[in-house]
């Protein structure tokens, strides 16, 4: 990293180019005329707030639930038939237990064009890396479980346990307007600016579910994603998934011109993704299940940047 911070020195401390440097137009008498259009490269780094509600995933998942002695157990086989029966349930009717809600670091870099005659305008490739953040929720799925069939109508109910992470890269390209008057953008001054863009995104997921509360277990079309031990009970293994949609992305903040070619940045971006999924999966990866999501994610991002235009 050492070798960077000369060369940042360098670019800050430059002096102003003359006319002949930038791109342009000749006009009469050999005089050169700046189009100020500008080359953009510019990294950041700050803080993402992400939230998002959380959607059951799990599909048609049913068992016949028994009581003994007043506790009520899933049960299948004829077991069972010596238990109070209570009636048939699916837990992919069950509502999440927590919301999505995280704080992460975030980064990224652009490259851009100021446009030529209309220096107030800005375009940009932009890419954000949103770093490693967890959901947790024991239990997972808790609510009021409907049953059909038996001596009762509705139970309330926990089921499973997760630890997760999620990451995200999101590549967008962005229309930014800054707000000055005149021709060239002033310096030593605070320069206002909002934006917007849009791109694509792909987020990665790992879940580790357990069966915490022993209902999962005895589902066998959930054994072939965890080792069975001598209990019956199953030990999900850890699956990953991968989700890729578009993405929107509004940006607004400050610049503040220490030379004619560096800017610092102050902003904030809030990003849009429709759907991030997590998913089991069995030991090789061959095949999934998709068992719950992330519905409306939005990213928060406050950012302190260097931006400079050549």
Known sequence: MLFVLPMIACLIS?????????DGTYVRDGYYQDDGRRFIILIRGGISYGIAKMKNDVGTL???????NGVIFPCAGDGCSSYDYLGTGNIGTLPI???????SFTGGAAIGWVLPWTPQWRFQVDWDYISESEYNASPLFKGDLPLKGGNTSILNWESGSVQSTITTNVLTTMAIRDFYDGWEKPLRKFIPYAGFGLGYADSDTVLNLSDSYGDLSGYWDLQQFGDVDEHGLVHFYSAKKSSSNLAGVLTAGMSYGVSESFFLDFGFRFIYIP??????SNADGSHMRDWFHAENIIYSNFLFGFRWEF
């Open 62 to 68: 049913g068992a016949d639930y028994y009581s003994d």
């Open 97 to 103: 237990n927590e919301k999505f809600k995280s704080v």
């Open 14 to 22: 430059g002096g102003a180019r003359a006319n002949w440097e930038y």
């Open 275 to 280: 759907q991030i999924k997590w998913a089991l």
